[in-house]
C-alpha cells in the first residue's frame, strides 16, 4: 500500500486509509417545481440520513460523501468528505432543470474520489449516486448510456427517489427500470423511509467483505411503507 497520501488537490481527505472505502454522492434536484414541502423533506431527509449511517461505528469510518444540487446549473454543495464530517443542508429550490448537468458533475466527483483511493491503495467499494428528482429535466439519451456503461462496468450504482408527479420516460431511461422508488402516497412527500433503505444499503455493502453476497432485513417490508418495495438482495448484489 502506498503510504504517501496525496491528498492536496481533493476535498477532505478520507479517514482510516489502510481500510475500504465507499463514496456516496446525493444529487439533490432543486428546481423550481421541488418548492414547498418536497425541498423541506430533503432538507429533513438527507440530514437524517447522515445521522442514521454515523451510528454504525463501522460504516462511519468507511462512508465518504458529497451533496450536489441541480436546477438549471448543477453546482457542489459540499465536496466529498468523511460521512462524520457532512454538514446540515438547508436546499431552497428555484430556477429549470437540468438533469444531465446534475449526473455528470455527480460521476465526475465519483471519478475523482475514486481515483484517489487508487492512487494511495484504498480498496473501493461500489460508489452509489443518490439522486431526488421529479424527473423533468430536458433529453437524458447520452447521459444515460454513460450511466448505463458506468453501472454495467460495476463502477457505480445510480439510485432514484422519483418525487410525486415524475416523468417516468426520463427516469426508465436513466435507470432501465431498475432501482427507482416512488412514492406510494401520491398526496405525501415523505422521504424518510427511502433514507432509511439507503442507510441500511450503504452500512451493508460498506462493511462487506470482497465477493461476499449482501444480505440484509429489508426495513421497508411492511404494509405502511409509503414506498414500493424492491427485492434487496437482488438489488445489492446486481
Known amino acids: 500500500m502506498n503510504t504517501n497520501y496525496n491528498f492536496n488537490d481533493y476535498d477532505l481527505p478520507p479517514e482510516n486509509v489502510n481500510m475500504q472505502h465507499m463514496p456516496v454522492a446525493i444529487l439533490c434536484d432543486v428546481s423550481g417545481s421541488m418548492s414547498g414541502i418536497p ?3 430533503v432538507n429533513l ?3 437524517r440520513f447522515a445521522s442514521d449511517v454515523c ?3 463501522k460504516a462511519s469510518r468507511l462512508v465518504d460523501v458529497a451533496v450536489l444540487s441541480f436546477n438549471e446549473e448543477a453546482k457542489v454543495e459540499q465536496g466529498f468528505r468523511p460521512i462524520t464530517e457532512l454538514e446540515s443542508v438547508d436546499f431552497r429550490a428555484g430556477g429549470g432543470t437540468n438533469i444531465t448537468a446534475g449526473l455528470d458533475l455527480a460521476i465526475k466527483k465519483i471519478r475523482e474520489r475514486c481515483r484517489l483511493y ?6 473501493i467499494k461500489m460508489p452509489y ?3 431526488i428528482t421529479d424527473g423533468y429535466g430536458g433529453d437524458v439519451s447520452e447521459i444515460a448510456e454513460l450511466v448505463k456503461q458506468r453501472t454495467a462496468d460495476k463502477k457505480m450504482q445510480l439510485w432514484i427517489l422519483a418525487v410525486k408527479g415524475y416523468d417516468k420516460e426520463t427516469v426508465a431511461k436513466l435507470t432501465e427500470g431498475k432501482r ?7 398526496a405525501g412527500y415523505d422521504f424518510s423511509e427511502f433514507f432509511d433503505f439507503m442507510a441500511v444499503s450503504i452500512k451493508a455493502v460498506s462493511t462487506s467483505s ?6 440484509v432485513d429489508n426495513p421497508l417490508k411492511n404494509e405502511e411503507t409509503n414506498l414500493k418495495v424492491p427485492d434487496l438482495d437482488d ?3 446486481s
Open 129 to 131: 449516486i443518490i439522486l
Open 39 to 41: 425541498i423541506q423533506n
Open 180 to 186: 427507482v422508488f416512488e412514492l406510494v402516497d401520491e
Open 55 to 57: 451510528k454504525d461505528p
Open 235 to 237: 438489488w445489492l448484489n
Open 45 to 47: 431527509s438527507v440530514n
Open 210 to 215: 470482497p465477493d461476499q453476497r449482501i444480505h
Open 118 to 123: 487508487s492512487e494511495n491503495g484504498i480498496e
